[in-house]
């Protein structure tokens, strides 16, 4: 599985509920499981980002529909990077000529 990290942004809707935020997480936990994906952290962030995620998905593809989904609602703006854990990232700069 590729690890992805999702920057999250409450938009004005969505800071306007931001009592609901809690149920939008669960229901978005449940939203990227029928996109294969799994939250496997889901941080609330001080500083140019509201919320943190890091997701697990055999492909990043399955992760842009995820945030297309969750994004369309109105609540957030989403911004999603491939990650590579160390162990990983060495064996590609190994692998360099």
Known sequence: MATFVLTINWTDQGI????????????????????????????????AHDIL??????????????????????NVRTSTSRAWPEAEWTKLISELP
């Open 53 to 74: 995620v890091i997701a697990e998905a055999p492909l990043g593809d399955h992760v842009t529909k995820f945030a297309l989904a969750i994004g369309s609602q109105g």
């Open 16 to 47: 306007r509920a931001v009592k609901d935020a809690p149920k939008r997480s669960a229901a978005a936990k449940e939203l990227a499981k029928k996109f294969g994906v799994e939250l496997k952290e889901v941080y609330l962030t001080s500083g």
